[in-house]
Nanobody, 126 residues
């Protein structure tokens, strides 16, 4: 059973950094593209970043480009989202999710992702 557990959220000041982790189990990790999403109160869930099966390719939402970096370690079944220069508008619950993909070297935020965990709360104060 596909299971993903997010961690690493917290309260940080404007301009600060956080490192989110996504621990995966129950599936063949390197057959799946992985993505981070976020949902702020009263807003729709939005895709933040995805990473390809190989880890060699990633995509980012325009709102986080240049500030967030996604990476994965297929030997540890883990995906990391490094978030720098955080802004109050980054405040949200962050989720990771997985999608089986036949492509090793590309990913898309438009895939039908599954395995939603409980999320991890990120709060950025001004």
């Amino acid at each position: 059973q596909l299971q993903l557990v997010e961690s690493g959220g917290g309260l940080v000041r404007y301009g600060g950094s956080l490192r989110l982790s996504c621990a995966a189990s129950g599936f063949t990790f390197d057959n799946y593209e992985i993505a981070w999403f976020r949902q702020a109160p009263g807003k729709e869930r939005e895709g933040v970043s995805c990473i390809s099966r190989s880890g060699g390719s990633a995509k980012y939402a325009d709102s986080v480009k240049g500030r967030f970096t996604i990476s994965r370690d297929n030997s540890k079944n883990t995906v990391i989202l490094q978030m720098n220069n955080l802004k109050p508008e980054d405040t949200a619950v962050y989720y990771c999710a997985a999608n089986w993909s036949k492509y090793q070297t590309t990913c898309t935020l438009k895939s039908k992702y599954a395995g939603w965990g409980q999320g991890t709360q990120v709060n950025v104060s001004s």
